[in-house]
């Protein structure tokens, strides 16, 4: 199994601009997240996901779109980039939340916004 | 604000000395997380607590979740340099099918 897969692992963007980072797991799992770690502030929860055709916001959603099609894939969107979306994003999944269920993350993207 | 809250924010510790890095909510917490970070990589789980009063132990890191389920720490015995990174709890509070994320604890290990 290759896990939690995450790309780009780094990336620079002008103001603006939009991407997609992608993530994909292979272990069947229905639950996925987004989050976004800056210094001194932990991990804040983006968006997540309980199964296909299934997303929420989580703590900071504003200027993010996400999208569950598959259960392996969740893609996080960035319509117009602002320099405040600067930041590490990790995504994760697990077999569920609430339950015995180790959270798996991936290995991050670093995304600069100019 | 956030729905948790890990003290200290920061730590340094001599090598050999022990350290504990607390976790609180003013909810009950369901699935409390322990997570490891060494700066600029991926986060390391360390262990998983769900039931009021429950320990466990990995090496010389204990956790533990108190009776009411609002507060978990993290004790780290005879710390050691590969101790040394961001410690983070994460939580489903009150059975929400959401998981976040205290701010961290940077610690650092002097020789």
Redesign the interface.
């Known amino acids: 199994n290759a896990g939690v897969t995450q790309t780009p692992k780094f990336q620079v963007l002008k103001t603006g601009q939009s991407m997609t980072l992608q993530c994909a797991q292979d272990m069947n799992h229905e639950y996925m997240s987004w989050y976004r770690q800056d210094p001194g502030m932990g991990l804040r929860l983006i968006h997540y996901s309980v199964g296909a055709g299934i997303t929420d916001q989580g703590e900071v959603p504003n200027g993010y779109n996400v999208s569950r099609s598959t259960t392996e894939d969740f893609p996080l969107r960035l319509l117009s980039a602002a320099p405040s979306q600067t930041s590490v994003y990790f995504c994760a999944s697990s077999y569920s939340v609430g339950l015995a269920n180790e959270q798996f993350f991936g290995p991050g993207t670093r995304l600069t916004v100019l | 604000s956030?729905e948790l809250e890990?003290s200290p924010?920061s730590l340094i510790v001599q090598e050999g000395k022990n350290l504990t890095i607390n976790c609180t909510s003013s909810k009950t917490l369901?699935?409390l997380?322990w997570?490891k970070q060494k700066y600029g990589?991926?986060?390391i789980?360390l262990m998983?607590l769900?039931k009021g009063g429950e320990e466990k132990s990995h090496e010389k890191i204990t956790a533990k979740l108190d009776e009411k389920k609002q507060q978990s720490s993290l004790h780290i015995t005879a710390s050691q340099p590969s101790h040394a990174g961001i410690y983070?709890c994460?939580a489903?509070i009150q059975?929400?099918?959401?998981?976040?994320?205290?701010?961290?604890t940077r610690l650092t290990i002097n020789p």
């Open positions: 956030q890990q924010q369901y699935g997380y997570y990589e991926g986060l789980f998983m769900q983070l994460g489903s059975g929400a099918q959401k998981l976040v994320f205290g701010q961290g």
